[in-house]
């Protein structure tokens, strides 16, 4: 079993709906990250948080320690949101990546 | 602007020869990171480098070197010990704050292909 696990792993919608992407985890943290890759591969970081709830436009990052889970969430979702979103924990000063969620928006 | 330059984008080579991946950073980042990303699978870790000379092993090394001869630079070269060696390199960098978190930055990537 991975370290990281990411659901769904594929996600497609309609432009306009809100979009949740999950991630739980197995091991002791020091602080989460949310990553959205492009078609073409360079990745952007998102979010970096270690407890409650981050908003940056309409994306919003939440993160539940006890449980282990955090999740992503994409509100008004719109065809240039559809990429790849991957979750990245971090343990012992090193990134362990889960495997992503490839994300389409249709318009 | 400060980041990460990878070069190139795309890199071709035949099998059995080394092969160098470029990866340059103006951040003034202390940390930096080399991983590889396979369809289907999370990113993982190469080589890190925390101080100029000086760097680690990560989970998947054998078959890569690296160098940190300067702050700005780190790169990794795929040679020919490398079994699979086709996929998507991923360089990044952070700030070095001891036991702190910190945000990480990551190039464009490099797509190497042997044939």
């Known amino acids: 079993k991975n370290e990281v696990e990411q659901s769904p792993q594929n996600l497609t919608a309609q432009e306009g709906e809100f979009i949740t992407i999950n991630c739980s985890y197995s091991?002791?943290?020091?602080?989460l990250h949310w990553l959205q890759q492009h078609p073409g591969g360079g990745i952007v970081s998102l979010f970096m948080?270690?407890?409650g709830k981050k908003k940056h436009g309409r994306l919003i990052a939440t993160i539940n320690i006890q449980e282990k889970h955090s999740s992503l969430h994409i509100t008004a979702s719109h065809p240039r949101d559809s990429a790849v979103y991957i979750c990245?924990?971090?343990?012992?000063?090193?990134?362990?990546f889960g495997q992503g969620t490839r994300l389409t928006i249709n318009p | 602007d400060g980041g990460i330059t990878q070069s190139p984008k795309y890199l071709f080579r035949k099998e059995g020869q080394n092969v160098t991946l470029s990866c340059e950073q103006n951040l003034n980042h202390d940390a930096m990171y080399w991983y590889r990303q396979d369809p289907g699978q999370g990113l993982r870790l190469i080589y890190y480098s925390q101080i100029v000379n000086d760097f680690q092993k990560g989970d998947i090394a054998e078959g890569y070197s690296v160098s940190r001869e300067k702050k700005e630079s780190f790169p990794l070269t795929v040679t020919s010990a490398q079994k699979n060696p086709t996929a998507f390199y991923l360089c990044?960098?952070?700030?070095?704050?001891?036991?702190?978190?910190?945000?990480?930055?990551f190039g464009s990537g490099t797509r190497l292909t042997v044939v």
């Open positions: 948080l270690s407890s």
């Open positions: 091991v002791g943290i020091s602080a």
């Open positions: 990245a924990v971090m343990r012992a000063q090193k990134l362990v």
């Open positions: 990044a960098s952070s700030p070095q704050t001891g036991r702190g978190n910190y945000g990480y930055t």
